[in-house]
């Protein structure tokens, strides 16, 4: 029995069944902390009046139900079952249970563990032994309530932790020594060139001559017909651009797919059909199938300048260079690419000012030829995404807790 005992409180059954970031975030850095030699339990709080709970229930294999719990005045249906070696609790009752909750009846059926993790800070503040420490995972930069009580408050990247403590009136300067970093890993299951069943010819590895190949089919659904030109993507809502932005991006050679971009892509799609498509997909499958193939084909993604639970990086595994602004993970993981020696894996920007002159950047790495289009392509496949670094960074972070 390992002495690294930790209890993740996951906020949906998603874990084990579905695909929303942040579920499965707690998945995979479960996976990765059991295969770090932690024993890992994660507790899931379910409606038990919601139809979907039996049947996510049953495709996560969690049929064994144990004698029923009552907590807080609360009786609650208790199912367990196993990912592997993680053991798994479902609590649910008429009502989704709070963490709270959840945590008291986890507590109720297993030993204390050594480390428990959350994801709501408001559990943090609950009772507990003195054996166990407490980390919050945490990417609210504009709150710390309940904070107080955790041990390690983690934010998504070291210059996360940075920013909150420089921010004006900073609500987290009375807990700074607990304020750390941790780069999430990227979801595996979803992007991975080689097995991508979404795309129309997998990449194993990407190439500029296999991306080349992709662009063309995807510029051809899209309706973009200049081919000698670099494809920038936007796969996520941008809110915030320079006004003047769709003028100048006229002006450039470059084409651009949005999906979901925002009104700004879309203005310039309408706008300009020869710059910009911004297609509109029919359903949720499509959707998704189509956000894959963008990314597969396209040389760069224009990333939204917001904290996510998984990393936002994962285009850098189909050898597409992102280009985003120099803060939260972008500022941790990419160095800028520098055209004479072919080195870095990214392109960043450290204000709105600067995007044009970053994105101008980008293209001339494009129009520099083949072999610095495939260096660069290296250079995004040797970023290291996965979550079995963060659990060993995990284990660096949480090691004086212990």
């Keep these: 029995m390992s002495s690294k005992t930790t209890l993740l409180l996951a906020p949906a059954l998603a874990p084990l069944t579905g695909s929303d970031p942040l579920a499965c975030s707690v998945r995979d850095l479960a996976r990765a902390l059991q295969e770090n030699g932690w024993a890992v339990t994660v507790a899931i709080g379910l409606d038990a009046t919601e139809e979907s709970t039996q049947a996510g229930l049953r495709r996560a294999g969690l049929a064994r139900r144990l004698e029923p719990l009552t907590v807080s005045g609360q009786d609650l249906v208790v199912s367990e079952g196993m990912a592997g070696d993680i053991r798994i609790l479902a609590l649910s009752f008429d009502g989704k249970p709070d963490a709270t909750i959840t945590l008291k009846a986890a507590r109720a059926l297993g030993q204390e563990p050594t480390l428990l993790q959350l994801w709501d800070a408001t559990a943090a503040a609950l009772p507990s032994s003195a054996s166990t420490k407490t980390v919050v995972h945490h990417s609210d930069m504009k709150s710390a309530d309940g904070l107080e009580a955790a041990d390690i408050v983690l934010m998504p990247s070291k210059t996360d932790a940075v920013a909150a403590l420089k921010l004006k009136d900073s609500p987290f300067t009375t807990i700074s020594e607990k304020l750390r970093g941790l780069a999430p890993g990227f979801d595996a ?5 080689s097995r991508d069943s979404l795309l129309a010819e997998r990449m194993d590895p990407p ?7 992709a662009k063309a089919a995807l510029r051809a659904e899209l309706g973009l017909k200049n081919a000698d030109l670099p494809l920038i993507a936007v796969v996520s809502r941008i809110e915030k651009l320079p006004r003047a932005l769709g003028a100048e991006l006229i ?10 971009a925002g009104p700004h892509i879309e203005a310039l799609a309408t706008r300009a059909p020869q710059v910009a498509a911004c297609p509109k997909p029919l359903s949720d499958f499509e959707t998704r199938q189509l956000r894959h193939r963008i990314v597969a084909a396209a040389d760069f993604v224009l990333l939204a300048p917001h904290a996510t639970p998984s990393s936002q990086l994962f285009p850098c595994q189909y050898g597409t260079a992102v280009i985003a602004q120099n803060s939260g993970e972008a500022g941790e993981r990419i160095v800028n690419f520098d055209l004479n020696s072919r080195t870095g894996s990214g392109f960043l920007y450290r204000n709105q000012d600067e995007l044009m002159a970053t994105i101008r950047n980008a293209i001339a790495a494009w129009q520099a030829g083949e072999d610095t289009r495939d260096a660069l392509i290296r250079r995004c496949l040797q970023l290291d995404l996965s979550w079995q670094t963060t659990a060993l960074r995990f284990d660096e972070l949480v090691a004086p807790l212990l």
């Design 189 to 193: 299951r979803e992007w991975n060139p």
């Design 251 to 260: 002006k450039l050679p470059l084409q651009i797919a949005g999906l979901g």
């Design 207 to 213: 190439t500029a001559a296999g991306k080349a190949a």
